[in-house]
């Protein structure tokens, strides 16, 4: 927040993704975080070793830039030491609490240390129709499928800008601008694509 | 939606918190609807969780030297203790890194050349409060910290220094104190700023806080009265010391 920057952490609510579906079959996450919050270092270790790859992906798409991606992913994982014991397994999976925090810190970097144009310039200009398919180095898993099948459902419109903000990591002024389209309308797209996503998702077994 | 605001303003802020994009502003405006309305609070983790599954699904493993890096650092790095069940998920925002200490600066002195002139000027009765445990605690309002800051019994003071934007806000009413501030300068995640009271050589510590990414800062914390003490305002590690590090970067 702090602080940094502002934390905006999931909020209580029994949600049917609040399990973590990243983990099958591996150790419980919520069961590790509940050690982790007994200042349990060994089960941070394997905490670290289930989240690094989404904390990671997640930090790199929005920054780029591998040597600060490793830099900001460090910092997530020592916040996620830190602030353990605001983990409440009622209100969010172990997983998105982490993502969350993830693009938070990344958003941060890049609001003090790039510029927007630095950004689109190192994404290649790449066209809308160009934007990362959801096959695109997926991590092989049921929920990969099934966030990707959900997404190609997606009036194009949202999904593309869907796409561009979650899966190529731009910020809402970057699509803004890629797509010539004004903020408002950008961040509109946004809540209405994650929501019917949301129904998509929520609904399916 | 059941919110007297505006619905596009709602799901403006819901999209940006998904971005990851809220300002502390943002935020401080979507926590006062969620505190109050379910619906949005609903609507907040659903778009949470569809925006966190979409991430998950391009991890990316990072290089192999990044294991050791993090668990050197969290090997050097307190945990904070668990806040109160009631705490606004704004986190950092409404929380202190646990008890309070209260710790004599008569070493510090000693061994840092601490400036005793700089508090003795306003340096009141002894603080007969040894070992009280000073927490930060959210009394369920709709905003706490405007809650203070508009409070009829209000009182201000501006801290001078090497950082010059910092008011305190205090409220007896409200029992609770608030640090407000503007191009405070951006600490990095190894640091962190802490406020004491001091009065009458000893120390105590009121919380830690940190500026946004903006250098805005705006902070709550309760259970606590500092009108017959120095404010001071120091840099210390993350997650605080238990013992101010010179030099005092503010204080009235």
């Given at each position: 927040m702090i602080a940094t920057a502002a934390v905006w952490m999931p909020r209580d609510r029994a949600h049917p993704w609040h399990h973590d579906p990243i983990v099958s079959p591996g150790p419980d996450l919520v069961s590790l975080m509940q050690l982790v919050q007994a200042g349990d270092d060994a089960a941070f270790a394997v905490l670290y070793d289930e989240l690094a790859g989404v904390v990671f992906g997640t930090v790199k798409r929005v920054l780029r830039d591998p040597a600060m991606s490793e830099e900001v992913a460090q910092e997530v994982f020592v916040e996620l030491w830190r602030t353990a014991a605001r983990f409440d397994?009622?209100?969010a999976s172990v997983s998105t609490w982490a993502v969350t925090m993830a693009r938070r810190r990344a958003v941060d970097r890049v609001r003090r240390e790039q510029s927007q144009r630095d950004r689109i310039e190192?994404?290649?200009n790449l066209r809308p129709d160009e934007v990362a398919s959801p096959d695109d180095t997926v991590v092989a898993s049921i929920e990969a499928e099934r966030v990707g099948r959900a997404v190609a459902e997606l009036p194009e419109e949202q999904r593309i800008v869907i796409e561009m903000a979650f899966i190529r990591g731009d910020s809402h002024g970057d699509i803004a601008e890629l797509l010539d389209l004004p903020l408002g309308t950008v961040k509109g797209r946004v809540?209405?694509?994650?929501?019917?996503?949301?129904?998509k998702l929520g609904a399916a077994p | 939606m059941t919110s007297d605001m505006n619905s596009d303003r709602i799901d403006e802020l819901i999209a940006l918190a998904a971005l990851g994009e809220l300002s502390a502003e943002d935020e401080r405006e979507l926590d006062s609807v969620v505190r109050t309305d379910p619906a949005v609070s609903a609507e907040v983790d659903e778009a949470l969780a569809a925006a966190a599954a979409l991430q998950r699904t391009h991890a990316e493993e990072p290089p192999s030297a990044l294991r050791s890096?993090?668990?050197?650092?969290?090997?050097?790095?307190?945990?904070?203790?668990?806040?109160?069940?009631t705490a606004t998920l704004g986190g950092e925002r409404q929380t202190t890194d646990g008890p309070s200490r209260?710790?004599?600066l008569d070493s510090q002195r000693a061994r840092r050349g601490f400036r005793p002139a700089m508090l003795a000027a306003a340096a009141v009765a002894l603080f007969a409060v040894g070992g009280v445990v000073l927490v930060v605690s959210d009394d369920g309002g709709s905003d706490p910290i405007a809650a203070v800051v508009e409070a009829p019994d209000a009182t201000r003071r501006t801290l001078s220094g090497e950082i010059e934007q910092l008011t305190v806000i205090?409220?007896?009413?409200?029992?609770?104190?608030?640090?407000?501030?503007?191009?405070?300068?951006?600490v990095d995640d190894t640091a962190t700023y802490q406020l004491w009271l001091v009065g009458d050589g000893v120390a105590t510590s009121v919380g830690i806080f940190r500026p946004d990414t903006d250098g805005r800062v705006s902070e709550r914390f309760a259970n606590v009265d500092p009108s017959d003490f120095v404010l001071g305002v120091t840099r210390e590690p993350a997650g605080g010391s238990e013992s101010p590090t010179l030099p005092i970067l503010a204080s009235a």
């Open positions: 397994p009622d209100r190192r994404s290649g809540r209405l694509g994650l929501k019917k996503l949301s129904g | 890096s993090v668990l050197a650092a969290i090997a050097s790095t307190p945990q904070e203790r668990a806040v109160p069940a209260v710790v004599s205090y409220s007896a009413s409200q029992d609770a104190l608030v640090v407000e501030g503007d191009g405070v300068p951006v």
